[in-house]
């Protein structure tokens, strides 16, 4: 099983702010880094956050990550309504492989 | 502009062969490893395998992969392909390729290959 435990969906107002979950294991989030991804309708992937808690050039700061044990969290402040997506965590396991997490759908009421 | 190009929508056969392209630009291409990514109808992503295009007989693939599919690539023209020998239906998905930066993780997203099997 190369999936990291994320919940399925989430959703909050405009302006709240939401976090979503990661959870994996000693081999994979315990002792790598942690990446979360945006993917919008129809469209590829893009970086959101990368080494646990670094933001790419171009990220609004409204983003952030967090790391702690086997666990990790993505956090948007102020929610906009274009922010609702798609929203994947990612680590490399020490089997020699990359993990997704299942993805969690942002819904923007 | 750094980016990778990926080749265009395909529709095959169950048991047919297929090979999909990227082409990378506007980066040394030997300098990043090319992973590809499986995403199905309406689900996740799923990570397949990666290649390190500066020496491309190494690869890892994740053990859902493995054996079913090849990736190589040719630094000659910064093109790094994902193939099928024996297609099949549940093959039904988008492939994206993804440059993978030490720092940045997968950074770079081409965007995005279908692939239609169906009888």
């Known amino acids: 099983q190369s999936v990291l435990a994320q919940p399925p969906s989430t959703s909050g107002t405009p302006g709240q702010r939401v976090t979503i979950s990661c959870s994996g294991t000693n081999s994979n989030i315990g002792s790598n880094h942690v990446f979360w991804y945006q993917q919008l309708p129809g469209t590829a992937p893009k970086l959101l956050i990368y080494?646990?808690?670094q933001r790419p050039s171009g990220v609004p700061d409204r983003f952030s990550g967090s790391k702690s044990g086997t666990s990790a969290s993505l956090a948007i402040n102020g929610l906009r309504s274009d922010d609702e997506a798609d929203y994947y965590c990612?680590?490399?396991?020490?089997?020699?492989?990359?993990?997704f997490g299942g993805g969690t759908k942002l819904t923007v009421l | 502009e750094v980016q990778l190009v990926q080749s265009g929508p395909d529709v095959k056969k169950p048991g047919e062969s297929l090979r999909i392209s990227c082409k990378a630009s506007t980066y040394s291409f030997t300098l990043y490893w090319i992973n590809w990514v499986r995403q199905m109808p309406g689900k996740g992503l799923e990570w397949m395998g990666r290649i390190d295009p500066s020496d491309d007989s190494y690869t890892n693939y994740s053990p859902s992969f493995q054996g079913h599919v090849t990736i190589s690539a040719d630094k000659s023209i910064s093109t790094a392909y994902l193939q099928w020998s024996s297609l099949k239906a549940s093959d039904n998905a988008i492939y994206y390729c993804?440059?993978?930066?030490?720092?940045?993780?997968?950074?770079?997203w081409g965007q995005g290959t279908k692939v239609t099997v169906s009888s």
């Open positions: 993804v440059r993978q930066s030490p720092l940045y993780g997968f950074d770079i």
């Open positions: 080494k646990n808690n």
């Open positions: 990612a680590a490399w396991d020490d089997s020699l492989h990359w993990m």
